[in-house]
Structures are given as C-alpha cells and as structure tokens.
C-alpha cells in the first residue's frame, strides 16, 4: 500500500507541475497535443493523479500561514484541512471549540466576518481542470464502458467541488467544459439558481454510481462506494439545507441519503472498535469501515498535524458548553444522570462519560514526578503540588485500559521534544507553554507516541481519513428521521454501533422524551436532538461543524453562548509563589458570568448578543468577492453582504 502511494505522489508532483494551461498551450517536442495526450486508459489514469490534491495533499507552512483564510479555507467538505492546523476550523467556526487567544477570534461571533477582496472559495481553477478531462473522453480510443469510467471518475470530482461551492454561496455558475474566450454569456453571465446546479451534481452522480468500475483503480481510488459516500453526505446537506431554508425538492434529496447509505452499511456492516485509530494510524487500510484516505508515507509525503498538536501552536480548546454535550456512561445527560459527579473538578467531570470525550480532550492529571516519553522516573519534583485528595492517577490507568497499544494516547502528555506536561488542565499562564489552553480543555485528538515529531513542521505520516462508514451511519440516522422512519431499528443499526466503542449505553429511543435533556434547543425534537448530537460527539475535531449549523439554519443557539473553561479553585494550587501567584491571578467566572473571586469557571468569551454582536443571518451564505464583482456584476453580491 505505501509502495503503491509513494508512486501516486511522484504521479501527482509531475502532473500538478505539468498540466497547467502555459504548458497545454505550447507543442511538446514531440509535437504531442491535448487531443493526442488524452487517448488511452492509462492517459486518463495518469491525469486523473492530479485531481486527487483536491483532499489537501498540500501542506502549508505554518509561518505562511494567513489567519484571514481562517473562515474561507480550512472548512470542511473541501478539505484543505490537512495542513498544520487540521480540520479544527469548521468546529471552531461552529462555536464547538475555540482557541487559546486572549481576544474573541471567531469572526461570526463578533460580526467581524468581511467580504474579501478575492479567494473565499469562488475559484473554478480546479473545476476547469476536471472539465479538461471530461471534454476529451469521447474523443479518446477507449471502450464505450471505459469512457463511462473515466466520465464517472471525473463528475465525482466535478461534484466534490460543486458541493463546497453551493454549501458557501448557493447560486453559482454551472460550468461543465473548458470556457472558451468567446463565451462571454457564462464567462461575464449569472449566476444559476442553486436548484438547478443542486439537480446537476446529484443527476452526474447517480450517473457516476452506475457507470464507475466498482473497485476503482487499484486501492484506496475513487470506486463506487467512494461514489455513494459523496452522495450521503451531499444529498444529507442539501435536503437538510432545503428543508430548513425553505426551499423544494428536499425529499428527494433525503431519500437519496438513505438509498446510497444503506448499500453502504451492506458493504461496510462493522465499525472498528479503536476510535482513536481513525486518526493514528500509520495504516488506515486496515481499519474496519474505511472507504477512502490520504496515505501519508514516511519521508515522502507527510504532515504536521501530530507535530502541532504537541506545540504551543496547536491553539485548539473545547469550552464548557461542548463538553457538557457528552453523554454519560448510562446513556443520560449530565442534567438526569445518576453518574454525574459535577464538575468542581476535571477529575469529576470527565468520569463517567462518553469516553470520545478523552480521547478528544486531554483528561485531567498531575505528576508528582516527571518522567521521559519512556514513562522512566527522572526523578525531578515538580516545584508545586495539587489538591493532595486527588486520585491523580486515575485517568492515566484509564487511558491504558482505553488504548492497549503503549504507542498510541498515554498520560503524561509530552511536547515534540519529549519533554513532559506534567498536567491536566494545563492553562496557559501558570502551566507550560506547550500543548496549554485558557479553558482547560485542551484538544488532542491527532496525538500519538508513535509518529516522527522534531523541530521540523510537516514530518508526521498518519494517516488522514476522508470518507468513512461512521459518518455513513450518522447520515443515514438524521435523514431516516427527517423522512419520518427514525426507529429502535435504525437506532441500533447505527447510533448504538457508535456507542459500544466509547462506553455508552444504547440509545432507547422510546425513552427521549421532552425532558431528556433540559438543556437542549426546544425548537428541535428531543429525538433529532439526540441524533445531531451523537453527530457532533463522533465527529468532533474533524471540521463538519460549520456546515452543520448551517444547513441546520441554528447559527444563533451554537454561536451566541457564554464560552467558559474548567473549574478552578485557587486553593488547590500551593508551593512554588510565583506559580501559585499565576493561578491566583486568572479571572473566574460563575455560571451566569458574573465575576468570581477564589473559585470558579475560568473566564472565557461572553455571550456576544450581551454586547450587541453575534450571528447574523447573512452568515449562512459566504459573500462574493469584491474583486469577482467588479469583473462580472451580473454574479450579483448575496444578501445583507
């Protein structure tokens, strides 16, 4: 499999620097053409390599990095999200998670969100690029069913980029060949409703399913089931997207979902029993459910999404209201568990809870004694101690019993360097600088003991998933409810495969009633509630947040609520005076935000409506930018930008 990938990323460096429309305009020595370069399978084959970078086989680098792009790049469907900084920011946009910045930075909640001059994702470069394919299949010396493929292999691609287009700004211009200069009626025209493009992607789709060879090209190629898998997760957003934005047509949308998600759960029937392995493995082919993923390969292709996480650059934190979501181990709320023990401390907060959460969070724990990533004693005490009637351990034989491989997750956490954290919550101010949060949860959902970690940026080979059968049941669950056919049935054959892995109690759907969970939205069904949040629990750090509310049309109930972090009480904290001084001096907060003095939440963001900011509905829909409207004002700008 490595083999076979490390010569797909030398196929994809030749193509990305060869097909480039300088080069397409000149005559090969060999006076080889674009009518002649597109003839056999194995041209199409070769060319069809460079579509793959639409998954994010670039790798920024960190210094280069333009907090700008922040709600305009790295948001999932279109998963540039590889790069250093992960797929955090469609969850960090969602008001699921925030950073360790001192000052408000999600721009939807301080009405900071602007039009940009250009970029924010109204880019058809790699549309052009699929279409050259698509317009020199017919004139090809293939057969009439390898034509068939290679057209299937290119609207999957077609279709991947047109549903990010039309989740960010709806109506977009529908563009199936390469435009030539004289088009001036697409070229300078309008925009097509939504409706019409929406009805395009899923027609190339359905035709995609019928006519692409079943296993591809080899492994971990665009096969059928990665077909079906675009298909869930397109035909979910738009039928969820017209339902609850007022628009037609949503059902057959859902129930499209529902087709293509069932012949994958028939393909797929078993969900791996390691859910951190989805994103800590160096070889994700063997794990059970996966349809399709990038293969990184050590000192060929690589990443730095492990390395970031063990800096001071890995900036991502959950906020009290997220983790209050997670579901404790008899499948209850927080608000009605018996198990609950509250959270006057992180110890008893994250017992006896959804274990997803601690594999997404670092749980809580104090060394007495530092250690090397060999977990030796070093012999060094730390300079002050905490609370003497903690189990300060428990979370650490936990995280063993968890994951039994003494490579993957383990307590205490460490930097790149190995040099160890020696607590959780580690806040920024009085704890080390690596791997710290001002909430006190801090996100680790990339780490691992295995991976290559130095000095240098882009050295991890994790591999990253793209499409696989958890998300599959999850779509499958919410549109079977929004079709009216949500059972016991369909709860076992999905939620409840879900939560055997992380130690929760089946869902009983008969049991969610009103009163479930009093926290909850009570606009939304009690049983739909349930279902979006095992959606936001089993995918959480993998960036569908924002696309979520969206289609959702609940920007204000995630976005506008108070952020806060753990528990603190002053106190606890004794020895090192300078130290101690640092957690005496953090602000604290009470659960209505008031300011707290020895004890209490530690002071995050305020509800921005409090101060007059917050969501707006324009935010569904990403503005045009300034520069393509000057070129074409016929594109027209959407509403309220």
């Given at each position: 499999m490595k083999t076979y990938k490390i010569i797909l990323f030398f196929a994809l460096f030749i193509l990305i620097n060869a097909c480039?429309?300088?080069?397409?305009?000149?005559?090969?020595?060999?006076?080889?053409?674009?009518?002649?370069?597109?003839?056999?399978?194995?041209?199409?084959?070769?060319?069809?390599?460079?579509?793959?970078?639409?998954?994010?086989?670039?790798?920024?680098?960190?210094?280069?990095?333009d907090a700008?792009?922040?709600?305009?790049?790295?948001?999932?469907?279109?998963?540039?999200?590889?790069?250093?900084f992960g797929r955090y920011e469609g969850d960090r946009l969602a008001g699921y998670l925030s950073t360790y910045s001192p000052n408000e930075d999600n721009d939807y909640r301080s009405q900071n969100a602007i039009v940009p001059s250009s970029g924010g994702g109204w880019d058809y470069s790699f549309i052009r690029r699929v279409c050259l394919m698509l317009d020199n299949v017919d004139q090809s010396d293939m057969t009439d069913a390898e034509k068939a493929h290679w057209r299937s292999v290119g609207y999957f691609f077609h279709s991947y980029c047109y549903m990010e287009m039309i989740s960010r700004f709806g109506n977009v211009q529908w563009v199936d060949?390469?435009?030539?200069?004289?088009?001036?009626?697409?070229?300078?025209?309008?925009?097509?409703?939504?409706?019409?493009?929406?009805?395009k992607v899923l027609e190339n789709l359905q035709y995609a399913e019928k006519n692409i060879k079943a296993a591809g090209d080899?492994?971990?190629?665009?096969?059928?089931?990665?077909?079906?898998?675009?298909?869930?997760?397109?035909?979910?957003?738009?039928?969820?997207?017209?339902?609850?934005?007022?628009?037609?047509?949503?059902?057959?949308?859902?129930?499209?979902?529902i087709r293509v998600s069932a012949e994958l759960m028939k393909s797929f029937p078993n969900v791996d029993s390691n859910y951190d392995n989805l994103m800590n493995?160096?070889?994700?082919?063997?794990?059970?459910?996966?349809?399709?993923?990038?293969?990184?390969?050590?000192?060929?292709?690589?990443?730095?999404?492990?390395?970031?996480?063990?800096?001071?650059?890995?900036?991502?934190?959950?906020?009290?209201?997220?983790?209050?979501?997670?579901?404790?181990?008899?499948?209850?709320?927080?608000?009605?568990?018996?198990?609950?023990?509250?959270?006057?401390t992180m110890y008893d907060e994250f017992r006896n809870r959804d274990r997803r959460l601690l594999l997404q969070v670092v749980p809580p724990h104090f060394m007495n004694t530092e250690c090397d990533v060999n977990f030796n004693s070093l012999g060094r005490a730390n300079n002050y101690s905490y609370n003497a009637n903690i189990d300060k351990n428990e979370y650490v034989e936990l995280i063993k019993q968890i994951l039994s491989n003494d490579k993957s997750k383990r307590l205490p956490v460490f930097n790149w360097s190995g040099t160890m954290?020696?607590?959780?919550?580690?806040?920024?101010?009085?704890?080390?600088?690596?791997?710290?949060?001002?909430?006190?949860?801090?996100?680790?959902?990339?780490?691992?003991?295995?991976?290559?970690?130095?000095?240098?940026?882009?050295?991890?080979?994790?591999?990253?998933?793209?499409?696989?059968?958890?998300?599959?049941?999850?779509?499958?669950?919410?549109?079977?409810?929004?079709?009216?056919?949500?059972?016991?049935?369909?709860?076992?054959?999905?939620i409840n495969?879900?939560?055997?892995?992380?130690?929760?109690?089946?869902?009983?759907?008969?049991?969610?009633?009103?009163?479930?969970?009093?926290?909850?939205?009570?606009?939304?069904?009690?049983?739909?509630?349930?279902?979006?949040r095992e959606r936001m629990v089993e995918l959480m750090g993998e960036g569908f947040g924002f696309q979520d509310i969206r289609r959702w049309k609940k920007g204000p109930w995630y976005i506008n609520r108070d952020q806060m972090g753990v528990y603190v009480r002053k106190s606890d904290f004794t020895g090192n005076a300078t130290i101690v001084n640092a957690w005496k001096?953090?602000?604290?907060?009470?659960?209505?935000?008031?300011?707290?003095?020895?004890?209490?939440?530690?002071?995050?963001?305020?509800?921005?409506?409090?101060?007059g900011k917050g969501w707006l509905d324009k935010y569904y829909l990403f503005p045009i930018p300034l520069n393509d409207l000057a070129l074409n004002p016929e594109l027209e700008q959407n509403p309220g930008w």
């Open positions: 480039n429309d300088e080069y397409l305009d000149k005559k090969p020595i060999e006076t080889q053409t674009e009518a002649t370069a597109f003839r056999s399978y194995e041209n199409f084959k070769t060319f069809a390599w460079s579509l793959y970078t639409c998954f994010g086989y670039n790798n920024n680098n960190a210094a280069t990095f700008s792009l922040r709600y305009n790049q790295y948001i999932q469907f279109w998963q540039f999200g590889n790069s250093q060949h390469v435009i030539g200069d004289s088009e001036n009626d697409i070229i300078y025209g309008p925009r097509s409703p939504r409706k019409e493009v929406a009805d080899g492994a971990n190629t665009i096969n059928v089931n990665c077909v079906r898998a675009l298909m869930s997760r397109f035909c979910l957003f738009e039928g969820t997207w017209r339902k609850y934005h007022e628009l037609s047509d949503a059902d057959i949308y859902l129930d499209e979902s493995s160096e070889d994700l082919s063997t794990y059970r459910g996966i349809i399709l993923y990038i293969s990184f390969v050590k000192d060929i292709m690589m990443n730095g999404v492990g390395y970031t996480e063990r800096t001071s650059t890995g900036k991502y934190e959950m906020h009290k209201a997220t983790v209050e979501m997670y579901l404790c181990s008899d499948g209850n709320t927080i608000s009605n568990s018996l198990l609950y023990d509250g959270d006057k954290n020696w607590m959780s919550p580690n806040v920024l101010g009085p704890g080390q600088a690596p791997m710290a949060s001002r909430s006190g949860y801090y996100m680790w959902r990339n780490y691992n003991l295995w991976d290559d970690n130095s000095n240098q940026l882009a050295i991890n080979h994790a591999d990253k998933p793209l499409f696989y059968i958890e998300e599959v049941l999850l779509n499958y669950a919410e549109a079977m409810f929004e079709r009216g056919q949500f059972n016991q049935v369909v709860a076992d054959a999905t495969k879900l939560r055997i892995r992380a130690n929760v109690a089946p869902m009983v759907v008969a049991n969610i009633n009103g009163t479930f969970d009093p926290k909850r939205d009570t606009s939304v069904d009690p049983v739909l509630w349930e279902i979006r001096g953090l602000s604290l907060v009470d659960r209505d935000f008031n300011s707290a003095a020895d004890e209490g939440y530690l002071k995050r963001f305020i509800n921005p409506v409090k101060e």
